[in-house]
């Protein structure tokens, strides 16, 4: 089958062998998968990023749920954001059929152990025609909804999770530095619990009108107005959690300089790169730094059921559909924020 290939972290388009569905597990087609902005960083940093994880895993004691890290010589096929059409069943697999389409917590486990889909060398992700998934972690959609909507449940539940995590509460407000499509799924949980003022800051006029889209109160280009200025005009007054979304070195570090005394900051964006802060900027302000990964499996349910009652409607997010063959120009592509959001491949 057709497969958009990680080696050595490149990208190429190549023929690879079909996943086969063993016990419990499923075979699909895959009918949409977003690309997501930690699969372009993971071809840039992902050396990096993978060796502090063996670093992280040495230091716990084993465990049967930790993921099987993929070897970077070996073939891997990302995309952890997929909807699928189920084409057959392995044994014991009892609540799906032929047919059903379905998204499914990226993840998937055998006799090996637990594999992630999208960053295994045994299960191919979504830049691929098809792959396999365990029957226990996947949702049917709703009938009616569109799988390329409904590919969107990934991105949604890591906008979930972080609010969640956030604690934050009616009364507070939120300030959202960086509006890809992270920082753009934290504005749409917080307008659907009814928090308010949302602020969203992103040098993009494309992403702000996302944002406001999505439900912020107020967006700003922060080369003219600081996104803790703009707060400190629409209120000021409010507790403050600010959602440093963008990922890339030094934000922590300035998010710490703007926020004001006794804000939560949630630090949603990956990145995947050595950082510096100076510490005395949280002590003096009594800043609380909380950082977050992914999402429960309540969580994503959470997700795919908002985007099915029409809670949310993330269809303008999508700006780009390419084939298999197109994905490498796509991760190209996804670099001009003016152009793209969010490019879904449909094989």
């Not at 960086?178 to 917080?190: H, K, M, R, S, T």
Request: hydrophobic share 45%; aromatic share 4%; glycine share 10%.
């Amino acid at each position: 089958m057709r497969a958009a290939v990680m080696r050595d972290w490149s990208l190429r388009v190549d023929d690879i062998a079909e996943p086969v569905a063993g016990a419990g597990q499923v075979l699909t087609q895959v009918l949409a998968c977003g690309i997501c902005g930690s699969d372009l960083h993971m071809l840039v940093h992902g050396e990096e990023s993978r060796r502090l994880s063996a670093e992280m895993s040495a230091d716990q004691p084993p465990s049967a749920l930790s993921p099987i890290m993929f070897e970077p010589h070996i073939d891997t096929v990302m995309g952890h954001e997929f909807c699928c059409e189920v084409l057959d069943l392995g044994p014991g697999v009892s609540n799906l059929k032929q047919g059903d389409i379905i998204v499914s917590f990226p993840v998937t486990f055998d006799e090996q152990g637990v594999h992630g889909v999208g960053f295994s060398n045994k299960y191919p992700g979504g830049y691929s025609q098809r792959l396999v998934v365990n029957e226990m972690m996947s949702i049917k959609v709703p009938n009616g909804l569109l799988p390329e909507l409904a590919a969107l449940t990934e991105p949604l539940a890591v906008g979930v999770h972080a609010v969640e995590k956030s604690r934050i509460a009616q009364g507070d407000a939120a300030l959202i530095i960086g509006l890809g499509p992270v920082g753009l799924a934290c504005i749409a949980e917080l307008k659907m619990r009814g928090i308010g003022p949302i602020i969203g800051a992103d040098f993009s006029p494309r992403r702000r009108a996302l944002a406001e889209h999505l439900g912020a109160d107020v967006v700003v280009d922060p080369r003219e107005v600081p996104g803790i200025e703009a707060w400190r005009k629409i209120d000021g007054q409010k507790p403050l959690v600010v959602f440093e979304a963008v990922g890339v070195p030094g934000m922590i570090e300035q998010t710490m300089r703007m926020a004001p005394k006794d804000a939560r900051i949630l630090i949603v964006g990956a990145c995947m790169q050595e950082d510096r802060i100076h510490p005395m900027l949280g002590i003096g302000k009594e800043l609380s730094l909380q950082f977050v990964l992914g999402y429960s499996p309540a969580e994503f349910g959470s997700a795919l059921s908002a985007i099915a009652e029409g809670k949310v409607d993330l269809s303008p997010l999508i700006t780009g559909r390419v084939s298999i063959d197109d994905v490498p120009q796509a991760f190209k592509d996804l670099g001009n924020p003016e152009e793209h959001a969010k490019i879904l491949v449909t094989p």
